[in-house]
């Protein structure tokens, strides 16, 4: 089983679960089977999982509420990594507040869903246009220091954000778009590589053209006697020590399946063709 330590203190197995889409179309409202989600969840924890990542904003609140319902108490080194930084106006819209006062009132507003006295991980959502990220950062040093959260984390950052950040609190991680298909953020995982900071990658399933029959995903896969987001999920944990992958699903069996990616030791060789191919 692959491990990775988040800020020095908090072990976590590296393919973890994001719990975004145990919500309602559109990240909105309640998902159709509440009982469903909260199985799924319970699931997750019973094969090892020991890191779920939501947010304030998936539902809005509904991500949250549901983790509590179903864990809490939680298990002792279950690792739940919330955000805030971005507010809900309708299903699919995500407009951002990073100023200080919202971030403040967003985490006291987790710290209560979640039923949790100081919350392990706690994210910027993302960087607000409108407001200084200096300010933002600042906001969540003052929560890490009056002791309601244990480690800070970035999302949605570009390589000088995250430098910035740093300059201000200990970043322990960052959540940034990245898959196979898709490694925009190459130059932020370096950083992280660098430092030893846990890069959380979301989108990781996004195989498009590589998941087509007879792509050289699809035809690796059949090799490995897995499916072909199985092999997407291995090449991330494959490349990099400090990757730390969460796919998200609202299925119990999907999920099951996912976390098989765990097992899947790639070649070297695969691992390059992989990423030559995409």
Not at 89 to 100: E, F, H, L, N, V
Not at 147 to 172: F, P, Q, Y
Not at 178 to 207: K, Q
Request: net charge negative; hydrophobic share 40%; glycine share 8%.
């Amino acid at each position: 089983m692959h491990t990775f330590t988040i800020g020095g203190d908090l072990e976590v197995r590296r393919l973890g679960f994001g719990a975004m889409r145990i919500t309602g179309n559109g990240i909105w409202g309640p998902p159709d089977d509440p009982e469903e989600a909260k199985r799924l969840l319970r699931r997750v924890v019973e094969l090892g999982v020991n890191l779920i990542d939501t947010a304030d904003s998936y539902g809005p609140e509904v991500s949250e509420n549901l983790i509590a319902e179903a864990l809490h108490p939680y298990p002792d080194g279950l690792v739940i990594a919330t955000k805030g930084g971005m507010t809900r106006s309708g299903p699919g819209q995500w407009p951002r507040d990073g100023r200080p006062e919202h971030l403040k009132e967003a985490c006291e507003a987790s710290l209560k869903r979640l039923r949790l006295e100081r919350i392990d991980l706690y994210q910027l959502h993302s960087p607000d246009p409108q407001v200084p990220l200096e300010d933002s950062i600042g906001a969540l040093k003052e929560l890490q220091d009056e002791g309601k959260i244990r480690h800070v984390g970035v999302s949605n950052v570009s390589r000088s954000e995250l430098e910035r950040a740093r300059a201000l609190v200990d970043v322990v991680t960052v959540q940034n778009r990245y898959n196979l298909i898709d490694r925009y953020s190459e130059a932020v995982l370096s950083a992280c590589e660098r430092d030893g900071i846990g890069f959380i990658p979301w989108f990781p399933l996004a195989t498009g053209d590589l998941a087509r029959p007879d792509g050289p995903l699809d035809d690796l896969a059949r090799r490995y006697d897995a499916a072909p987001g199985q092999l997407a999920l291995a090449w991330l944990l494959a490349r990099s020590p400090v990757m730390l992958p969460i796919p998200g699903t609202s299925s119990v069996v999907h999920f099951e399946e996912n976390m098989k990616a765990d097992a899947i030791e790639l070649a070297r060789d695969d691992v390059e063709r992989l990423a030559e191919a995409a």
